[in-house]
């Protein structure tokens, strides 16, 4: 992955060309840090949770869910429950995809659906419940229409009747 960019979002043309045939809403793509390894020399679990995140925010960002700017207006993004699958370990300097997408979602929750690809195999899977909250967290914000239509629009999850 030498000439694609790290931490930008890649194009449909750009997922296809690192071996993601069906592209996502959201790709990133990353290298294994030195600072990431464990005593055993292959990826801390905890840094799989960081990266997830990493592509979740730039996520939350391009759907248009927050900005991260303006805690007075913007939900609060609750992770309401989360399951993680660590299916093959990683080792120093390997380069990286983290995938992103919604695959569902309800009045105020969605579920998203992460995966971390590198050399051609997934190495660890993320889905995840978030509950978007009012402002100063009285309850439970509905998703805004626009977002929705990321949704159905971007992300294909089909409208709920």
């Not at 005593?39 to 990266?51: D, E, G, M, R, S």
């Not at 700017?69 to 299916?87: F, S």
């Not at 914000?141 to 626009?146: A, D, E, K």
Request: aromatic fraction near 10%; charged fraction near 25%.
């Amino acid at each position: 992955m030498t000439d694609i960019p790290y931490l930008t979002p890649l194009s449909p043309d750009q997922q296809r060309a690192i071996g993601v045939t069906e592209p996502w809403p959201l790709a990133l793509a990353d290298r294994v840090r030195f600072a990431e390894l464990d005593p055993l020399n292959h990826v801390n679990n905890v840094a799989y949770l960081i990266w997830f995140e990493t592509a979740r925010v730039t996520y939350f960002k391009r759907v248009g869910i927050s900005t991260y700017a303006d805690n007075a207006v913007e939900p609060r993004i609750v992770i309401r429950r989360g399951e993680i699958d660590w299916l093959q370990e990683m080792r120093a300097d390997e380069d990286y995809v983290i995938l992103t997408r919604a695959v569902d979602y309800r009045t105020s929750s969605f579920t998203l659906q992460q995966e971390i690809r590198a050399g051609g195999t997934v190495r660890a899977t993320f889905t995840c419940v978030i509950v978007l909250l009012q402002p100063d967290g009285s309850g439970r914000m509905p998703i805004p229409p626009h977002v929705l239509e990321v949704f159905h629009r971007i992300d294909g999850v089909e409208k709920r009747t």
